[in-house]
């Protein structure tokens, strides 16, 4: 694989300004415990430490308790269940930022499948999770030290440092994990039954090809004989 086809994820997006840090106060993995006409709530249960500096660690609250304003309405930014509303109960990757005293939804509001920073998932794997979604499980997954990210233009692998993490290709029903991503083994196999599956389909397609040219022939040849048929009638 050529490495011209590898390019760094958009600078532009949410995902970029919360791995980079950027426009946020706090990062966390919590719960939404209340839910009322004016505003919510959300517990936080972890902390994603980007910045473990006194400074960073003060910006949160005392009781991890965030009152977020609804302002019209808020919505997730993604969501792991396909919700269109907040609910209590639900959990969720909260990217924050405190702008007069009040704290706003920053970089993005992602309902995940569980409250566990090191298992979650942003979106399903087996209904072709976008790439972003991706990014973001794993940065979470690990304390925000995974951060080089890339992806191919036809986004359907994606790469931790030239490494390949994801591809689309490898069908699978859940992610691989942290631990998984660092065995080069376990890659190397999940490529190895990418390969196989290629060259079954190759030679399947190759197969129905050369079935599909000798009944165009046949069919040729009997136009032929029916039509000297009838030349030698005539």
Known sequence: MMLGNIKLVSADTKINSIIKNKNQDVLFVGTISHISDDYFVIIAKDYINIESTAEAIGKRTENHRYVIMRNG????????????????????????????????????????DNEDYQTLSVKPCDKSPDVQSIILKYFINSDGRMNKFSSLSNKNKVYYRGKKIYDARWNMKKYLTIE???????????????????????????????????????????????????????
């Not at 919700?83 to 924050?96: C, H, N, P, R, W």
């Open 180 to 234: 998984e991503i660092r065995n080069s083994e376990k890659l190397k196999q999940m490529d190895h039954k990418t390969s196989l599956v290629g060259d079954t389909e190759e030679k399947t397609s190759y197969k129905l090809r050369k079935w599909i040219m000798l009944a165009v022939d046949v069919l040729a040849v009997v136009m032929i004989v029916r039509l000297l048929k009838k030349r030698k009638k005539n």
């Open 73 to 112: 309405g808020i919505s997730y930014t993604s969501s792991y269940h396909g919700k269109t509303i907040l609910e209590e109960g639900d959990y969720v990757i909260a990217s924050l930022k405190k702008t007069k005293g009040k704290w706003i939804i920053s970089n993005g509001l992602y309902e995940v």
